[in-house]
């Protein structure tokens, strides 16, 4: 079956403290405007904006230590984990409805549902 994914963009994952002093701290070093803050369960979120190539940025407080993940985005997002682990990836889980995923390299990222965002590149179409 034919799905489609692209890189969605760059979550910035921030262990525990002041969520809103990372997300000034991230802002500002980016130079990228806050557009939406919310929570979902115990966990933070705040979207920055006019990222460049439509790119998803996000300031994500965490339980794990701090890092960057990548999520990639999909139209079909268990037919992407299959084709991912076919190059080598493996699932770690599946977290509220996106895959968490190791690359063979022991980087995590991501496999969440296609959104439609403004200037966003278009996806690759994936037998």
Not at 3 to 24: M, P, V
Not at 38 to 65: I, K, N, S, T
Request: charged share 30%; with cysteine; proline share 3%.
């Amino acid at each position: 079956m034919t799905h489609r994914s692209r890189l969605a963009g760059f979550i910035i994952d921030c262990q525990g403290g002041d969520h809103d002093a990372a997300t000034t701290f991230w802002s500002c070093a980016l130079g990228l405007p806050v557009t939406e803050t919310y929570e979902e369960g115990q966990a933070r979120y705040a979207e920055l904006g006019e990222a460049p190539g439509g790119l998803h940025v996000e300031v994500q407080r965490v339980d794990h230590a701090s890092r960057v993940h990548l999520d990639i985005e999909s139209d079909d997002i268990d037919a992407e984990a299959d084709r991912l682990e076919a190059l080598g990836a493996k699932r770690i889980g599946f977290v509220k409805r996106w895959w968490v995923m190791e690359a063979p390299t022991g980087h995590r990222f991501c496999v969440v549902r296609l959104r439609d965002r403004a200037g966003a590149s278009e996806p690759n179409t994936w037998d």
